[in-house]
C-alpha cells in the first residue's frame, strides 16, 4: 500500500515538456528562419539551426532578398529521410517594397527533430539566392 501510494505521489514529478511554437514542425521552423531573414534577425535565425551557423550574415551585411513587405512560404512537399529528419522543398513567395508584382523561387532544406523542436539541419539547394531585381528607387538629390 505504501509503495502504490509513493509511486502515486512522484508520478508526474519529471521535468515539464516545453515545445517551442516556432519550431514545432518542420514549416513552422521554416516560417520562423524566413520570417527572421526577413526582419534582418541573425540570431532568430541562427536558433533555426541544428547548430548555430555564424557563417550567416551579420545585421547590416546586405541580405540578399530586397526589402519586401510581404513574405509567404507555400507548395510544402515533404520526404522522410529516417524517423525525426524530413527532406522539404518549397515555394518562397515576396513581394519586394515598391512593386506590385509578387516573385517567387523554389528551394528545399533538411531538417531534423532534437528534443521535439525541428531545426534546419543543411540547405539542400543552391535555389536560396533568387534572381536579383532591382526595385526602382527615388533618388535623393
Known sequence: ???AFTSL???GQGERCHVDPRFV???ATLR???EALRAGDAEGVWECFVEGRHDLPMPGMLWYLPPIRQLTLCEFRSLPVTGGRVMVSYE???LPSGLTEEHSFRTADELVRMRGHWRIARPVSDAAAP???MTPRPVDS
Open 1 to 3: 500500500m505504501g509503495l
Open 9 to 11: 505521489v512522484l508520478l
Open 25 to 27: 514542425s518542420p514549416s
Open 32 to 34: 520562423t528562419y524566413w
Open 92 to 94: 518562397v513567395r515576396y
Open 131 to 133: 534572381p536579383w531585381d
